[in-house]
Every structure is written in structure tokens, then in C-alpha cells.
T-cell receptor
Framework: GNSVTQMEGPVTLSEEAFLTINCTYT??????LFWYVQYPGEGLQLLLK?????DKGSNKGFEATYRKETTSFHLEKGSVQVSDSAVYFC???????????????FGQGTILTVHP | DTAVSQTPKYLVTQMGNDKSIKCEQN?????MYWYKQDSKKFLKIMFS???????INETVPNRFSPKSPDKAHLNLHINSLELGDSAVYFC????????????FGQGTRLTVV
């Protein structure tokens, strides 16, 4: 089956620190990979995505590279802000075909808190 | 302008009651989903409809019954609510044909007392 494993949280950083949240996956078929973010009291928003090996997704200073050889999609940001405090979810979806029908398999989420 | 909207945002009810959550999307997507987020923030799919047809039905108690009157709406009805049903329920939509990612609603926080 498909699964996603994220690094255990919570993660606490000072403003302007470097962020890495590790994500590895197992999948049957050809997955697309995503990072979603959930700000306090809100729904999930897509942060970035990558649909094939070696693709790099980027948005709002965050980046993640689809590494097929290590089955990883680690999230990085060079300088975090207080406003980045949220829960971050790594997820995969099997592309067209088969019976997955676009459903997302999520990691367990990583709580990030950034202090001034 | 809200792409995926759910109502209500908060729902507090007693054990044994029946309740419904509604979801609507205005993105023209062909597929809609219900996900459940537990108290530890873990998200798991429950159901999915594609063009009003049920295509994903994970291991969910049959007290939960989804209904899709048209491809822009997906409702979730829950019978005989139990304490363990307390969670945040998220609706989402995507276009399987267009290969778009999923867009999520704001969530409905259900508390069963």
C-alpha cells in the first residue's frame, strides 16, 4: 500500500532560522507529491507540489525536490517567519489510472512554531 | 468566491443524535472527498464521489452516509453519533480529468458530548 512518513514534531525555531521537515514515502505506481499547510483554525492549503522525479516545487520561499532514488520529498525554507507557524503535511496521490482516484495519503503532520 | 465551502463550521451535539454536514464547490471539479482529521491531526480519507458516483469507500462505520445530489455538492450524514466521532471533517474537490490537486474546505469541527 501507499504510506507517507514525516519527521516527528513539534519543531520550534527562532525567526530567520533554516527549516527542514523530512518526508519519505512508499507507493505503488507513480505518485505525485504535495506539501499542504494548515494554519491555526483553518483548512488545508496546498503549499507546493511535484509530479515527477527531480521536479522541484516551490512557493512562498519553501522548496521541496522529488527524489525517487531516496523516495523523499523534504520541505525546506531558508529563513522562517513567525507567520509560518502552522501544521505541515506531506502527502501523495497516485496519478491517473488504477483505483486510487486521486485520493491523498497523508503523513502525520509536523507542528512548526516560530518564535520572534 | 469561496472555492470549497462547508457548513456548519462548528457542530456540538449529544450522543445518539443524527447530524449532517454540507459541502459545495464552485471550481467545476468532477470529484469530491470527505476526510477525517483526528485529535492528533492525522488525516484519513473516508469517501469520494466522481460525477455523483461513489468511487472510494474506506473502512467507515455504516452510520456515515455520504450523498452527492450533483457533482458540485457532497453531504455527509451521520446517524447515532458517538463520542469517538468527534473530529474535524474536511471536504475537498479535485479534477481527475484535469489532473488538478485537491482543494480543501475550512473544515467542520464536530464535538459529540
Amino acid at each position: 500500500g501507499n504510506s507517507v512518513t514525516q519527521m516527528e514534531g513539534p519543531v520550534t525555531l527562532s525567526e530567520e532560522a533554516f527549516l527542514t521537515i523530512n518526508c519519505t514515502y512508499t507507493a505503488t505506481g507513480y505518485p505525485s507529491l504535495f506539501w499542504y499547510v494548515q494554519y491555526p483554525g483553518e483548512g488545508l492549503q496546498l503549499l507546493l507540489k511535484a509530479t515527477k522525479a527531480d521536479d522541484k516545487g516551490s512557493n512562498k520561499g519553501f522548496e521541496a525536490t522529488y527524489r525517487k532514488e531516496t523516495t523523499s520529498f523534504h520541505l525546506e525554507k531558508g529563513s522562517v517567519q513567525v507567520s509560518d507557524s502552522a501544521v505541515y503535511f506531506c502527502a501523495l496521490s497516485i496519478r491517473a489510472g488504477g483505483t486510487s482516484y486521486g485520493k491523498l495519503t497523508f503523513g502525520q503532520g509536523t507542528i512548526l512554531t516560530v518564535h520572534p | 468566491d469561496t472555492a470549497v465551502s462547508q457548513t456548519p463550521k462548528y457542530l456540538v451535539t449529544q450522543m445518539g443524535n443524527d447530524k449532517s454536514i454540507k459541502c459545495e464547490q464552485n471550481l467545476g471539479h468532477d470529484t469530491m472527498y470527505w476526510y477525517k482529521q483526528d485529535s492528533k491531526k492525522f488525516l484519513k480519507i473516508m469517501f469520494s464521489y466522481n460525477n455523483k458516483e461513489l468511487i472510494i469507500n474506506e473502512t467507515v462505520p455504516n452510520r456515515f452516509s455520504p450523498k452527492s445530489p450533483d457533482k458540485a455538492h457532497l453531504n455527509l450524514h451521520i446517524n447515532s453519533l458517538e463520542l469517538g466521532d468527534s473530529a474535524v471533517y474536511f471536504c475537498a474537490s479535485s479534477s481527475l480529468q484535469g489532473g488538478t490537486e485537491a482543494f480543501f474546505g475550512q473544515g467542520t469541527r464536530l464535538t459529540v458530548v
